[in-house]
C-alpha cells in the first residue's frame, strides 16, 4: 500500500549548521509533497511543498528536492536557529481524487541547539 | 481569516465510551479531513469530507464516523472507544478545487486520553 518513511527520526545540530531529512514515498502515482512543522499546542503549520512537476522549490532557508525516479524527497534547512526546534513530517499526496488525503512519514524531531 | 479551530483541546473517557470532537473548517474552505495521530507517529488519515458526505476513508473501522454541516465544519465521533485510541485527532480543511485542493490548514488537535 501507500508508504512514507522518513530519516531520521531525531537530529541535533548547530545553530547555524544545515539540516537535511530526507523521505521515500511508495506510490509512484504521488503528485504533491509538502513538509509540516508541529510545535505543541500549535497546529501543524505547512513550511513548504512541491509537486511532482518540479525538481526543487526554495523559499528562504529552506528548500525541498524532489527525485520522481528515485520516488524520494528532501527538506533542507540552512542557518538554523533554535526556534527551527520542532518535529517535521514529510507527506505525499496519492493522486485518488481524495484531495484530503495525504500518507505522513513518521516525524523527525530536530533540535538546534544554541 | 480565521484558522481552523477545534474543540475540546483535551478530553479523558473510559473504555466503552463515545466521543464527538467538533471542528470549524477555514474560511473559504470546504473539505475537512480528520487525522489521528498516535504518540510518536505521523498523522493518520481517517476521512474526509466534502458537500456534507464522507469521500474517501482511511483503514479506520466504522465506529469511526463524521458527518459536515452545511457551513463545512465538522465532527467526528467515535463509538465503543478502545484503549488504543488514544491519540492526538487533527482537523485539516482545504479548499477543495484545483490547484491548491490538497493544500490542507491543520488544527491544534484534540488530544484524547481513553482509560
Known amino acids: 500500500g501507500e508508504n512514507v518513511e522518513q530519516h531520521p527520526s531525531t537530529l541535533s545540530v548547530q545553530e547555524g549548521d544545515s539540516a537535511v531529512i530526507k523521505c521515500t514515498y511508495s506510490?509512484?502515482?504521488?503528485?504533491?509533497f509538502p513538509w509540516y512543522k508541529q510545535e505543541l499546542g500549535k497546529g501543524s503549520q505547512l513550511i513548504i511543498d512541491?509537486?511532482?512537476?518540479?525538481g526543487e522549490k526554495k523559499d528562504q532557508r529552506i528548500a525541498v528536492t524532489l527525485n520522481k525516479t528515485a520516488k524520494h524527497f528532501s527538506l533542507h534547512i540552512t542557518e538554523t536557529q533554535p526556534e527551527d526546534s520542532a518535529v517535521y513530517f514529510c507527506?505525499?499526496?496519492?493522486?485518488?481524487?481524495?484531495?484530503?488525503?495525504?500518507?505522513f512519514g513518521q516525524g523527525t524531531t530536530l533540535q538546534v541547539k544554541p | 481569516e480565521t484558522g481552523v479551530t477545534q474543540s475540546p483541546t483535551h478530553l479523558i473517557k473510559t473504555r466503552g465510551q463515545q466521543v464527538t470532537l467538533r471542528c470549524s473548517s477555514q474560511s473559504g474552505h470546504n473539505t475537512v479531513s480528520w487525522y489521528q495521530q498516535a504518540l510518536g507517529q505521523g498523522p493518520q488519515f481517517i476521512f474526509q469530507y466534502y458537500r456534507e458526505e464522507e469521500n474517501g476513508r482511511g483503514n479506520f473501522p466504522p465506529r469511526f464516523s463524521g458527518l459536515q454541516f452545511p457551513n463545512y465544519s465538522s465532527e467526528l465521533n467515535v463509538n465503543a472507544l478502545e484503549l488504543d485510541d488514544s491519540a492526538l485527532y487533527l482537523c485539516?480543511?482545504?479548499?477543495?478545487?484545483?490547484?491548491?485542493?490538497?493544500?490542507?490548514?491543520f488544527g491544534a488537535g484534540s488530544r484524547l486520553t481513553v482509560l
Open positions: 506510490d509512484s502515482a504521488s503528485n504533491y
Open positions: 507527506a505525499a499526496s496519492p493522486n485518488s481524487g481524495n484531495t484530503g488525503k495525504l500518507i
Open positions: 512541491i509537486r511532482s512537476n518540479v
Open positions: 485539516a480543511s482545504s479548499p477543495g478545487t484545483a490547484p491548491g485542493a490538497n493544500v490542507l490548514t
